[in-house]
């Protein structure tokens, strides 16, 4: 039996863009969240553009790479699905997608074998409805509809995140450690009796018939309280200074007598 082919990522292809530098923005968007087939259809400047290898910051090998087309049909004819970028309503029949849900299908398509192509409209215009017929889904964003129009390099950025989205499971919350690790139960004891300790001698716990409840109030704030073992030190280490300032009689060595 056989065994399937790697799945292949999607194609960007950049039709008629206008500007070198939005095609190398866009070649260092895309390489930002791991995409490298760019495929351009009749650059208004013509190929290669000096000012898109200016922009591309350091993502010159998508631009490397980039194919030349002289329109849609041929930039997207080994694709077996397309998807056509576009904030404008269209008067045709299309299944619409948010970039999210474009994403999620574009990566359920390609791991099924299939080939997919993204397209991006001009700058000034956009796609035209004789690019958004050949594809098979219609994406759009939500935006402000005063203000729908994205910038080319934003709107390939945007699709680039939502691919790296729908295929890399990320964390969506975690703790930079910094090379410290979390305080143990007994290092959090010991720094929830140093306290008591010393809070009970400074008389803190008054009146006496409470003091029982106010300890289990401080206990139930150290357990909210996510420290790491360097964390405990330092309180322990404040507490300790603070008890040699009493002793001192509550002022900083050096200081004069109070006004």
């Known amino acids: 039996m056989s065994e399937r082919p790697d799945p292949v990522p999607p194609v960007f292809v950049l039709?008629?863009?206008q500007m070198g530098e939005n095609i190398g923005a866009a070649a260092r968007g895309m390489l930002?969240?791991?995409?490298?087939?760019?495929?351009?259809?009749?650059?208004?400047d013509g190929w290669p553009n000096p000012a898109a290898v200016a922009m591309a910051s350091g993502a010159g090998r998508v631009l490397d790479a980039a194919?030349?087309?002289?329109?849609?049909a041929q930039a997207v004819g080994d694709c077996t699905r397309v998807y056509a970028t576009t904030a404008r309503p269209r008067d045709m029949t299309k299944v619409v997608m948010?970039?999210?849900?474009?994403?999620?299908?574009?990566?359920?398509?390609?791991?099924?074998?299939?080939?997919a192509a993204v397209l991006f409209g001009p700058e000034?215009?956009?796609l035209t409805n004789d690019d958004v017929i050949r594809a098979h889904v219609i994406v759009t964003v939500d935006v402000n509809p005063d203000f729908p129009s994205l910038n080319l390099a934003q709107c390939v950025l945007l699709m680039a995140y939502e691919w790296r989205r729908a295929t890399h499971a990320?964390?969506?919350?975690?703790?930079?450690?910094?090379?410290?690790?979390?305080?143990?139960?007994?290092?959090?004891?010991?720094?929830?009796?140093?306290?008591e300790e010393r809070l009970?001698?400074?008389?803190?716990?008054w009146p006496p018939h409470r003091a029982d409840s106010m300890k289990a109030t401080l206990r139930n704030l150290w357990s909210r309280m996510p420290l790491t073992g360097h964390d405990v030190q330092i309180l322990h280490g404040i507490l300790r200074q603070m008890v040699r300032w009493a002793r001192r009689g509550g002022r900083v060595e050096g200081d004069g007598p109070e006004a």
């Open 15 to 17: 039709v008629r863009p």
């Open 170 to 195: 990320a964390e969506p919350v975690r703790i930079a450690m910094a090379g410290a690790e979390w305080a143990t139960a007994e290092e959090m004891e010991h720094l929830a009796r140093h306290y």
């Open 124 to 126: 000034r215009s956009g």
């Open 67 to 72: 194919q030349v087309h002289p329109d849609v």
């Open 98 to 115: 948010t970039p999210e849900e474009a994403a999620r299908d574009m990566a359920a398509h390609v791991q099924a074998g299939g080939r």
């Open 200 to 205: 009970e001698q400074a008389g803190w716990f």
């Open 32 to 44: 930002n969240f791991g995409l490298t087939r760019m495929r351009l259809v009749a650059p208004r």
